[in-house]
């Protein structure tokens, strides 16, 4: 079955405490990306990838990291998180430009 | 810049009314316009694209060039409608997605 596989789904964390949330497509997808979903801001990207070791900001990359090693995991991380970063996290892939994206199920991340 | 607006956070009507949930867009390229959907606990999942004029689960969106609208509408709502929608815009040669605020659709009996 194709798809985009987040973990984990749900993570409560300390202030500073580095974390990694993982993404792994089986899809063989050039192109992949994070979003972060915030109540009356809708979904705000983080980072992209348009391929092995190709990645770039996107609108919201303050505090975040990535990483592009294997074409199908692309793991978010977070060196030092911080409360602001509480939010729900979705990863998504796709196989060329102007298609489909498919997004993975969510982390919800809360940073105490 | 690209932006997509959804001017409405909620959007409740009954069961069997005219839905339209409303969306704008600013590009200067020709754009690529999607209707993503998120249904309760569940993950976002593509609704309609606008290059491919089809009618899924009844909805349809038409692109307005002249107005920069893609709304979204169906004329019968069904409870099952009940959803997060999200309107989205593909720019820069299909390396940026960019997301409205979404508009939360209530269908009620």
């Known amino acids: 079955e194709a798809q985009v596989t987040q973990n984990p789904r749900y993570l409560i964390t300390v202030t500073g405490k580095k974390l990694t949330v993982t993404c792994s497509q089986n899809?063989?997808?050039?192109?992949m990306s994070w979003y972060r979903q915030d109540p009356g801001l809708g979904l705000r990207q983080i980072y992209y990838s348009m391929n092995v070791e190709v990645t770039d900001k996107g609108d919201v990359p303050e505090g975040y990291k990535v990483s592009r090693k294997e074409k199908r995991n692309f793991p978010l991380i977070l060196e030092s998180p911080s409360p602001n970063q509480t939010s729900l996290y979705f990863c998504?892939?796709?196989?060329?430009?102007?298609?489909?994206?498919?997004f993975g199920q969510g982390t919800r991340l809360t940073v105490v | 810049a690209q932006r997509v607006t959804q001017p409405e956070k909620l959007l409740s009507v009954f069961k069997g009314a005219p839905v339209e949930l409303k969306c704008n867009y600013s590009y200067s390229g020709s754009p690529e316009l999607f209707w993503y959907v998120q249904y309760s606990r569940q993950r976002l999942q593509l609704l309609l694209r606008h290059i491919s004029r089809e009618s899924i689960k009844g909805f349809t969106a038409d692109l307005n060039k002249g107005e920069t609208s893609f709304h979204l509408k169906k004329p019968f709502a069904q409870e099952e409608d009940s959803a997060m929608y999200y309107c989205a815009l593909i720019t820069g040669g299909g390396n940026k997605l960019t997301f409205g605020t979404g508009t939360q659709l209530k269908v009620e009996l």
């Open positions: 998504a892939s796709m196989g060329s430009m102007n298609t489909e994206a498919f």
């Open positions: 899809m063989n997808h050039e192109y």
